[in-house]
């Protein structure tokens, strides 16, 4: 399994600011994904980190409020933009490799806007 | 669409005792399907997956779970509870063949007492 690190842990942010959660694997995987876990609920997918072209969003998000980029194989970042109370969520990134039918999961990302 | 059902948000139990959760799926097509655990403040572990190899999948920590075309069912159980298995359960479905877009249930909080 592939060892998953996030940075930051986690953030209180002010409402209307941004925050950029980093996301680093330990080696070279084919699929990353982004997901959010509101506060009691379970698990969304936000959007699937594409090396070298833009990510593809799930219904409901977008592009502008979640940017995301994947510079290479074992690195991407999610920004929440324009902050809101409703944002307080854990954001956990995941990764699956080539072949292999399984989906590994950082230790999150807590976010608190106040 | 894709979609699994976890029956009962929580569930607990003694010591010692079995370990049961359920999930049931929906899928046009014969899914690939997962179970998750997370622990307090942790990231999600994978348990266990089925991928249409055995119907029966023997994971970590001494979990199981029976694939059941004909109920539509992929229940998770322990035959006897440890107080370090108390966490929260997810069961997750994706596609065949991809494992990429994972559906969430809401999850199942196990409880463990003396």
């Known amino acids: 399994s592939a060892v998953i690190s996030q940075k930051p842990s986690r953030d209180i942010c002010q409402r209307g600011t941004s925050l950029t959660i980093q996301c680093q694997v330990d080696s070279q995987v084919t699929m990353m994904f982004w997901y959010r876990q509101q506060p009691g609920q379970s698990l969304t997918l936000i959007a699937t980190a594409n090396q070298g072209s833009e990510a593809t969003y799930e219904s409901g998000f977008v592009i502008d409020k979640f940017p995301i980029s994947r510079p290479n194989l074992t690195f991407s970042t999610l920004t929440v933009s324009n902050l809101s109370p409703e944002d307080s969520s854990i954001y956990l990134c995941s990764v699956r490799a080539l072949a292999i039918y399984e989906q590994y999961f950082g230790p999150g990302t807590r976010l608190t806007v106040t | 669409a894709q979609s699994v059902t976890q029956l009962g948000s929580h569930v607990s139990v003694s010591e010692g005792a079995l370990v049961l959760l359920r999930c049931n799926y929906s899928?046009?097509?014969?899914?690939?399907l997962f179970w998750y655990v997370q622990y307090p403040n942790q990231g999600l572990q994978l348990l266990l997956k089925y991928t249409s190899a055995a119907t029966l999948v023997k994971g970590i920590n001494g979990f199981e779970a029976e694939f059941k075309k004909s109920e539509t069912s992929f229940h998770l159980t322990k035959p006897s509870a440890h107080m370090s298995d108390a966490a929260e359960y997810f069961c997750a479905v994706s596609d065949a063949g991809t494992a990429s877009k994972l559906t969430f249930g809401t999850g199942t909080r196990l409880q463990v007492t003396l």
């Open positions: 899928s046009s097509v014969p899914p690939y």
